[in-house]
């Protein structure tokens, strides 16, 4: 039974997001026609941020951003003047910008929020003391990881701006979502503004129905993607559903996970083996590019290319772990791990393990899995998962070389990762079992474990 402690945690969204990724092949006119609307939207892009600027930016700071109603005149009237000052059009024209005013709309609307973030920080900034603001500039201040925040020396007022798309990176274009997705044969659909797309794969693998998104992407290596975003809600969480696990992350012997039935989930050898090689050429270049005088704009692309395909292939290898994990089991319980918990270190063997398993990254494929499919995902404080032996309150502190060893308290031998493992089972269900709970006294139950 679970304890009445596991509750759920406060940012748990009722809904989560997935994306569906398609390779398409597009006619010329479509690429041509995508390669416009680009630039419409990086020109419609600076002319708007251009224009919140002088309206609102820091010589305006009494002005508050409009919201509601007043925000989507804000807008139209935004619209109208690029129409009219960089095309000379009193009315938006689909046939001459190749977007639509529909997606014209939802992109400004996205830029006026990221600008009333902005917004705040300046406002924030006109606190600061004129030393501080000194110091911000000769970057001086640090934040609370040690790292300056402002290596290119940028005054206060740039502190969180948002930066003009000069160079002209935008790569996807969104598509309105009003009319539905026609499917008119096995590789053939047809979308809003771009017309038919022929599919790589079937269409029968995906999902066109309830969508939130649609995007037309251009990839750097010329080819397209047809992304679709779908909502849905979460399962009700159930933490006293059957079967529940344990995981434990670890990468030793290139094993990523193992569970609390003693199970081990490994990484396969030959995706290590080619993780390795583009490791190998991305070192190779980086070299090449500290050794190179002059412009460096081709090594640098080789090496994003390579990084990309890198990373790609070790997400398509968590998804894998995640099916496996998760498929089996109707409640998932493992470490509470964050984005800025596994940092570079002085080791290299820990280094090389972060290098092959991002432990953030597969944590949030392996929760993705879990709630297309309906599973509960339990988090739990990870303090001393592997060094308290189970079922006792025995804390015996091993070298992380040490796999196994023998118990003082039961004389059984002990495994590294399967004590771990049941630890963080027993202590995610019934988090007043948690040694943090019971060594500090100002912790309690609801601080250990939360359902995701």
């Known amino acids: 039974m679970a304890e009445p402690w596991v509750k759920e945690k406060r940012s748990r969204t009722a809904t989560f997001a997935f994306t569906e990724k398609l390779k398409v092949t597009l006619s010329s006119e479509q690429i041509l026609q995508h390669l416009h609307a680009l630039i419409i939207q990086d020109q419609l892009f600076n002319y708007s941020l251009n224009y919140m600027y002088k309206t609102y930016g820091r010589k305006h700071i009494d002005r508050k951003i409009p919201t509601g109603r007043d925000r989507n005149t804000l807008i139209n009237y935004i619209i109208n003047l690029f129409l009219n000052e960089k095309y000379q059009l009193k009315r938006w024209s689909y046939k001459a910008l190749s977007l639509s005013s529909h997606n014209a709309q939802l992109f400004l609307q996205t830029l006026i929020i990221n600008f009333n973030e902005y917004q705040k920080k300046l406002r924030a900034g006109f606190k600061w ?33 948002l ?219 990870a303090y001393k998962t592997s060094q308290v032996e189970y079922g006792t309150e025995s804390i015996d502190k091993h070298p992380l070389s040490q796999r196994e060893w023998v118990s003082s308290v039961t004389g059984k031998v002990v495994n590294r990762d399967h004590n771990a493992a049941l630890n963080i089972l027993d202590w995610g269900l019934h988090p007043i079992h948690h040694i943090k709970v019971k060594t500090f006294a100002k912790v309690t139950a609801t601080m250990v474990s939360s359902i995701i």
Do not use: C
Not at 131 to 142: A, G
């Open 129 to 161: 003391s004129d030393k501080i603001k000194f110091q911000f500039k000769q970057n001086i201040i640090k934040d609370k990881r040690g790292k300056h925040r402002n290596p290119q020396h940028n005054s206060w007022y740039k502190h969180g701006h």
């Open 163 to 381: 930066r003009f798309n000069l160079k002209s990176k935008t790569r996807a274009v969104e598509i309105q979502k009003n009319t539905p997705i026609q499917i008119l044969s096995a590789h053939v659909i047809k979308v809003p503004n771009f017309g038919i797309l022929h599919l790589h794969k079937r269409a029968s693998e995906y999902d066109f129905s309830d969508v939130k998104v649609i995007k037309l992407k251009r990839k750097d290596d010329g080819t397209y993607q047809f992304q679709i975003v779908h909502v849905r809600p979460k399962a009700p969480a159930n933490v006293q559903a059957k079967p529940a696990i344990g995981i434990d992350w670890n990468m030793t012997n290139n094993v990523a996970y193992h569970d609390s039935n003693d199970k081990q989930y490994q990484l396969p050898a030959e995706v290590i083996a080619k993780a390795d090689w583009y490791e190998h050429q991305i070192n190779k270049l980086k070299r090449k590019r500290s050794l190179t005088h002059g412009s460096t704009k081709k090594l640098d692309k080789k090496i994003q290319k390579f990084s990309a395909k890198r990373a790609q292939l070790l997400t398509e290898a968590y998804r894998h772990l995640a099916i496996e994990i998760v498929d089996p089991v109707e409640v998932v319980v493992m470490e509470k791990i964050g984005a800025k918990d596994m940092r570079k270190s002085t080791g290299k063997a820990k280094n090389r393990k972060l290098a092959l398993l991002k432990p953030y990254e597969a944590k949030k494929v392996i929760q993705n899995r879990a709630f297309k499919q309906g599973v509960t995902v339990v988090e739990v404080d």
